[in-house]
């Protein structure tokens, strides 16, 4: 789950393995979720959206799930590589009707992919 | 190719001199906005823009500025910057009532 101390949660994966990051969120009305990837020294890069009407949506490599009963959200890799090391973190949007000023960040995962 | 561009992407500086976060977008976004990224604490928002001339206080607004005069620029303005304002910050753009967010690749501001 997402963070609420000082370090960040590490999710260590031998490369090949399957990945799961969780994240727990708190505001029952957010309609839209949002997983970004942050490599280290780079900006979040968006990897994939839900919206609350779904409970799952696959990408490439990458499946979200959602779970509105329990407020979780979870990223699925497929077939972890090196290139998928970063910090993971979810976010809600709080704007029924959208817009970025509604965002609200997770404090992140670190994933560790080992050889 | 579509950019956040952000700069000094590395500074130092020393308390009380006033410095300034450049921030361009080349999107044409409506709405762009600054986060700063501190260990345990995530993403913080602490101005945004939801159009030129229209800005808003996000959650720790406290010791900054901001501008919005032309629709790609968004200058994050530290007029008497402190110690507790070392971080990593990082500059946002979107389409109005788009959720999708596009970062710039993060200024290190260390002030001593």
């Known amino acids: 789950g997402e963070s609420v101390g000082l370090h960040l949660p590490t999710l260590s994966v031998q490369e090949g393995d399957n990945s799961i990051i969780n994240c727990a969120y708190s505001?029952?009305?957010?309609?839209?979720f949002i997983w970004y990837k942050q490599e280290s020294g780079k900006g979040p890069q968006f990897i994939i959206d839900?919206?609350?009407?779904?409970d799952k949506r696959q990408g490439q490599r990458v499946t979200v799930l959602l779970n509105k009963t329990v407020k979780h959200l979870s990223l699925q890799i497929a077939a972890t590589q090196p290139g998928d090391s970063a910090v993971y973190f979810c976010?809600?949007?709080?704007?029924?009707?959208?817009?970025?000023?509604?965002?609200?960040f997770g404090k992140g995962t670190h994933l560790i992919i080992q050889p | 190719e579509a950019q956040v561009t952000q700069n000094p992407r590395y500074l130092i500086t020393v308390t009380g001199k006033k410095l300034t976060v450049t921030c361009s977008q080349n999107?044409?976004?409506?709405?762009m906005s600054w986060y700063r990224q501190d260990p345990g604490l995530g993403l913080r928002q602490i101005y945004y823009?939801?159009?030129?001339?229209?800005?808003d206080k996000g959650d720790v607004p406290e010791g900054y500025k901001v501008s919005r005069k032309e629709k790609r620029n968004f200058p994050l303005i530290l007029e008497s910057p402190s110690p507790n304002q070392t971080s990593l910050y990082f500059c946002?753009?979107?389409?109005?009532?788009?959720?999708?967010?596009?970062f710039g690749e993060g200024s290190w501001l260390t002030v001593v």
């Open positions: 823009s939801m159009n030129v001339e229209v800005t």
């Open positions: 505001n029952s009305a957010s309609d839209y």
């Open positions: 976010a809600e949007n709080e704007n029924s009707g959208g817009g970025a000023d509604g965002l609200t």
């Open positions: 946002a753009s979107s389409w109005a009532g788009g959720n999708t967010i596009y």
């Open positions: 999107m044409n976004h409506e709405y």
């Open positions: 839900i919206r609350s009407n779904m």
